[in-house]
């Protein structure tokens, strides 16, 4: 009976909004979000807390960039598991922090540093995976990993910086649960959660990773130019 209650716990954990943002991203509601519950239950049997499993994440995604740089060729298929495993126990600490009501701002850090790392390891990686597998091995697709790789984070660090110097705006900290159809569709296809992970597999399995490394830096360049320049044009406002 214990067992069968704490894990009702976890699924009964999320809060209202954070059901309708789940609800949201189409791979997160069917996969991601039920395959976390079964991880986190063994992990909390055995008194794990929300922050270890946060630093175990970050482990993770590490995991996968290595097993490219070391299995090459042979690691590619083995690492896009890892990362598609990764953005299951991404949703780990926050299933224990509120099922044990211990959420916080040290663990919050801890998970933002680690979907931060996850970017810009998943892109290099994907760089290389790229590499490897090509027959003329040409160094184009590295040069992309680590460019895509730099877009997903030096936006992050503009805004930052201007939060921190002039205050965040309003639409800087929007909830999701307000993000009309259009920022959903984005969100469903670029967002880190979402369908990108099984259509990572399937570029594998189809030989499109190629295609898909291209197509993923393009959104991340574009998202990541609009993020900057939305930045500066607020922080020219500021100055006026």
Known sequence: MESKGLFARIVNSRTKDKIIIDN???WVRVVVRPLSFLVTYPLMRLKMTANQASFISIFISLVGLMMVVVGKKDGVLPAILV??????FDAVDGNIARTNGTSSKVGTFIDAISGYLYLVVLYIALGLAVYYISDSLEYWSVVVGFITSLMTV???????????????DDDDVSSKTSYGWTKMVALNIAGPAGLMNPMMIVAFF????PLYLIFYATIQGV???ITVATVFKKVLNHAE
């Open 24 to 26: 949201m991203d189409i």
């Open 83 to 88: 990362f598609n495993f990764w953005i299951v």
């Open 154 to 168: 030096f936006p992050r660090l503009v805004l930052q910086k201007k939060n921190v110097m002039f205050g965040s």
């Open 206 to 209: 189809t030989n499109l990773l």
């Open 223 to 225: 998202l990541g130019m």
